[in-house]
């Protein structure tokens, strides 16, 4: 399994933003929709992919926070499925 080490400018602006501990957020979509999702979804395969796919389209080191690439439905539904398990 590979991991996915987040910059720390991403994860230091949490506690600024009043986001509760184990936590962090995302942007999703093209209206960049935010979402504030457990850490424990950086475990999932299927958030890693979403994560490489964001690295792959955007970067991490930049400042307008950590964007996922994916539909805001979809992104909801797999949230979703990921709270119930």
């Given at each position: 399994?590979?991991?996915?080490?987040?910059?720390?400018?991403?994860?230091?602006?949490?506690?600024?933003?009043?986001?509760?501990k184990?936590?962090?957020?995302?942007?999703?979509?093209?209206?960049?929709?935010?979402?504030?999702?457990?850490?424990?979804?950086?475990?999932?395969?299927?958030?890693?992919?979403?994560l490489?796919?964001?690295?792959?389209?955007?970067?991490f080191?930049?400042?307008?926070?950590?964007?996922?690439?994916?539909?805001?439905?979809?992104?909801?539904?797999?949230?979703?499925?990921?709270?119930?398990?």
């Open positions: 399994m590979m991991s996915i080490r987040l910059p720390l400018s991403i994860l230091a602006k949490k506690q600024a933003a009043g986001i509760p184990g936590h962090f957020a995302v942007y999703v979509g093209e209206s960049r929709k935010r979402f504030v999702i457990p850490t424990s979804y950086l475990k999932n395969p299927t958030f890693q992919a979403l490489r796919k964001a690295e792959e389209e955007f970067g080191e930049h400042h307008s926070g950590l964007t996922i690439p994916c539909n805001e439905d979809v992104f909801q539904s797999f949230t979703a499925q990921m709270a119930c398990a």
